[in-house]
C-alpha cells in the first residue's frame, strides 16, 4: 500500500523552462478540431456568409437567380432514373421512414424557397448541401451494402451529418435545425443526388 501512495509522489530542484512546459506529472493539452473552412481572419466559410446574410437583410437587397451550385442540388442528377421518394426509400429498405422523409424534406424545401431571394441564403445552403453530400457520398453510402444493422447506419448518419452540420451552423441565422438536417437528405436523394442503395 505504501508503493501505490509514493507513485504519485514527484521531487523537483532547479528548473527552468523557456517557451514551454514544466510539470510534475502529466500535462495534458485540450485539441481543437475545426470542421469548417478557415478564411482570412480566423473566421469560418459559414461565419463569414453570415455577416452576409446580416448585412444583406439590414440593406434589403434582394436577389432572383439562383446561386449555380444550389441549382445542381435542386435539379435532378444527370443520367438517373426518376422515381418518387417512395420508392427509392423502398429500394433502400427505408420504407418505415416514409413519413417522417416527406416532411423534413418538406420542412427544408419551403425554408429553401422562404430564402430564394437572398443570394448570401442560397450560398449557405449550397453549402450544407455539399457537405451532406459529400459526407454521405464518402461515409454513409459505402456502408450500405456492407451487411450492417439499420442502427448502425443512423449512428453513422448522426455522426458524419447531423452533429457537424449542428456544430457548423454555428449562430444558426437561418434556423435550421436537425429534421432539417435530415430533409436536405431527403432533398438530395429526393432529386437523385444520393440513394440508399
Known sequence: MADEE???????????????????????????INIGRVSFGGKSQLEVLYEKLEQEEQNSTGFSEMVEELMHFKNYAANTEV?????????GNRLRYLNFAEKAKEKFTKKLLKNEHSETA???????????????????????????????INQLVDEFIIKPLEDLLGDNLLRIYEDEINGMIYFLMGNCHIKWN
Not at 509522489?9 to 517557451?19: D, K
Open 122 to 152: 442560397q450560398q449557405i445552403y449550397a453549402f450544407l448541401l455539399a457537405k451532406v453530400y459529400s459526407r454521405f457520398e464518402t461515409q454513409i453510402y459505402p456502408r450500405l451494402n456492407e451487411g450492417h444493422p439499420e442502427e448502425y
Open 83 to 91: 422515381i418518387g421518394l417512395e420508392k427509392k426509400l423502398e429500394n
Open 6 to 32: 509514493n507513485k504519485n509522489e514527484v521531487t523537483q530542484s532547479n528548473n527552468a523552462v523557456e517557451n514551454g512546459d514544466i510539470a510534475g506529472r502529466d500535462i495534458i493539452k485540450p485539441t481543437t
